[in-house]
Antibody
Framework: QVQLQESGPGLVKPSETLSLTCGVS?????????WGWIRQSPGKGLEWIGT???????SYNPSLKSRAILSVDTSKNEFFLKMNSVTAADTALYYC????????????WGQGTMVTVSS | DIQMTQSPSTLSASVGDRVTITCRAT??????LAWYKQKPGKAPNLLIY???KLQSGVPSRFSGSGSGTDFTLTISGLQPDDFATYFC????????FGGGTRVDIK
């Protein structure tokens, strides 16, 4: 059974970098599929952040203006999100998820981790 | 970018009702549309992709239709577990989600 688990600091100061990890169990990242990050906030609803393939190939939401960077560590079966220059608008529940097939549709999600941007 | 608008934002219904939720895209997205269900405190759960393809394990009372810019999610015979919030998602051009439709008990 494939499971995803997000982890990382729950509080980040404005202008700093948000860093999250998604651990994958029950499936090897190198076996295929893409992996992604999505966030959810009362103000913006659900927002796709980006997706990454195990080779490191990425795709990002242009609205984030290149602040997000996704990476992967196949030896640990983990992938990561870094988002720089955060503001209060980046406060949200962050989910990692598996992409179904070759499209940006998410079939398996983590439980989510809340990140608050505040000084 | 493509904006997705769902209607209604809230819908009150009873067990056994037939429920229809609408999703409209600002630009044509062909059949690159998915639907998710979310219960409070839980992650979204994929119901349908490619407009009408049911994800494995999803009950057949859920169905999707539409093309281009206008799409619908129908629940035929609402069950107690179906009271939740539903989101549409386009994945024709990157990806974006609708604002959600909450289905609550009448």
């Amino acid at each position: 059974q494939v499971q995803l688990q997000e982890s990382g600091p729950g509080l980040v100061k404005p202008s700093e970098t948000l860093s999250l990890t998604c651990g994958v169990s029950g499936y090897s990242i190198t076996s295929g599929f893409q992996w992604g990050w999505i966030r959810q906030s009362p103000g913006k609803g659900l927002e796709w952040i980006g997706t990454i393939y195990h080779t490191g190939s990425t795709s990002y939401n242009p609205s984030l203006k290149s602040r997000a960077i996704l990476s992967v560590d196949t030896s640990k079966n983990e992938f990561f999100l870094k988002m720089n220059s955060v503001t209060a608008a980046d406060t949200a529940l962050y989910y990692c998820a598996r992409v179904l097939g070759g499209n940006v549709v998410f079939d398996i999600w983590g439980q989510g981790t809340m990140v608050t941007v505040s000084s | 970018d493509i904006q997705m608008t769902q209607s209604p934002s809230t819908l009150s219904a009873s067990v056994g009702d037939r429920v229809t939720i609408t999703c409209r895209a600002t630009h044509g997205i062909s059949d690159w549309l998915a639907w998710y269900k979310q219960k409070p405190g839980k992650a979204p759960n994929l119901l349908i992709y490619k407009v009408s393809k049911l994800q494995s394990g999803v009950p057949s009372r859920f169905s999707g239709s539409g093309s281009g810019t206008d799409f619908t999610l129908t629940i035929s015979g609402l069950q107690p577990d179906d009271f939740a919030t539903y989101f549409c998602q386009q994945y024709k051009n990157y990806s974006s989600f609708g604002g959600g439709t909450r289905v609550d008990i009448k």
